[in-house]
């Protein structure tokens, strides 16, 4: 008896909803994914980071369903854990099953948190904040979320 192999297929629509931008270098937007065989709609919140003086660009898709714990996480960060000066080296770190980073470090030197995001494990897809900024892109993110709550 001969093995039947099916090959796989679909047939699907990709919206993106313009939120928008930070720091005129990093741009957010929702992807919705719809299966138009199977009519069921996936979102990810996209953040696309164009560094100044390069000719590419860096993106990562954020799961919907992981948009709460990263708004959580960020949020947390913010308000309850670098509240504190700590007496050696620390980090915050939300990691996404996609690789995105959003976190923050204590810098000893210096004296102060810096916070971050970290698109790939490319170094030139990461980009320090200052808190009040941190908290910018935290307001898109959740404005992101508001399309697939």
Known sequence: MQEQIQEGFSFSQSIYYEIGKFKRILKVRVI?????????????????????????????????EEAEQLSFSMKSIVEKHTLKS????????????????????????????????????????????????????LVLIDKAREIFA
């Open 32 to 64: 919705e994914n719809i299966d138009l065989i199977e009519n069921y709609s996936r979102y990810a919140i996209r953040l696309e980071l164009a560094p100044s003086k390069k000719d590419y660009s860096f993106y990562v898709n954020i799961p919907a």
């Open 86 to 137: 700590p007496k050696d080296y620390t980090e915050f770190l939300f990691t996404s099953s996609e690789g995105f980073i959003a976190g923050a470090f204590w810098f000893k030197k210096d004296k102060q948190w810096f916070m971050y995001v970290k698109l790939t494990n490319e170094e030139e897809s990461q980009l320090i904040l200052n808190k009040a900024d941190f908290q910018k892109l």
